[in-house]
């Protein structure tokens, strides 16, 4: 199995500003992904995170207002820019194994 | 891309009972399918999976079936308890490696 710590844990920001959500995976891992699960919904996904090459972005979802780094095969950060109280959700982070994908604790963000 | 949609959205059981929730899938490069559940405030745990070269897989009281021609498959939980009260999220992919597309979620209650 894979143990995925996400800082921070929770935050409230307000409108206009920018946060950093840090995912970090105790094992080297080939695929990383970033999802995001608003209040009482499902999870979407935003983009996979690619060591060493740009993120795949999903239909709706653009670097400019998400932008990822995967500097190594352990790491990764997703940045909700410009945010607006829409973006208010949880963020998750997972990685995939052979055999199953592991979710991490998620980040609950708040805009005011 | 692909397409998920889960049914009911809510389910109400007595303990004991027994509860089914149905998943189709509309692409058929889809092979992984993963039941997720998520209890209040926690993250998604990974409860049973299939791969489309399976019919039916079981896990104690939880098995899933699958339907390939169809392109649907179920969950089945037999003898619930009140501890099994949460959502679940049903989902697909091409591999359990790749990115998954997630149905709605079935907020499941056990009644005492």
């Known amino acids: 199995s894979a143990v995925i710590s996400q800082k921070p844990s929770r935050d409230i920001c307000q409108r206009g500003t920018s946060l950093t959500i840090q995912c970090q995976v105790d094992?080297?891992?080939?695929?990383m992904f970033w999802y995001r699960q608003q209040p009482g919904q499902s999870l979407t996904l935003i983009a996979t995170?690619?060591?060493?090459?740009?993120?795949?972005?999903e239909s709706g979802f653009v670097i400019d207002k998400f932008p990822i780094s995967r500097p190594n095969l352990t790491f990764s950060t997703l940045t909700v820019s410009n945010m607006s109280p829409e973006d208010s959700s949880i963020y998750l982070c997972?990685?995939?194994?052979?055999?199953?994908?592991?979710f991490g604790p998620g980040t609950r963000l708040t805009v005011t | 891309g692909e397409n998920v949609e889960q049914h009911p959205s809510t389910l109400s059981v007595q303990e004991g009972d027994s509860a089914v929730i149905k998943c189709t899938y509309s692409?058929?490069?889809?092979?992984?399918f993963p039941w997720y559940k998520q209890e209040l405030g926690k993250r998604p745990q990974l409860i049973i999976d299939?791969?489309?070269?399976?019919g039916e897989k079981k896990d104690q009281r939880i098995a899933v079936t699958l339907n390939k021609t169809a392109k649907h498959f179920s969950l089945h939980i037999t003898e619930t308890q009140p501890e099994d009260s949460a959502v679940y999220f049903c989902?697909?992919?091409?591999?359990?490696?790749?990115?998954?597309?997630f149905g709605e979620g079935t907020q499941l209650t056990v009644n005492p």
């Open positions: 997972s990685v995939s194994t052979p055999y199953e994908q592991y």
């Open positions: 094992s080297q891992v080939t695929m």
């Open positions: 995170a690619n060591q060493g090459s740009e993120a795949t972005y």
């Open positions: 692409d058929s490069a889809s092979n992984y």
């Open positions: 299939i791969r489309s070269n399976v």
């Open positions: 989902a697909a992919s091409e591999t359990s490696g790749s990115r998954l597309t």
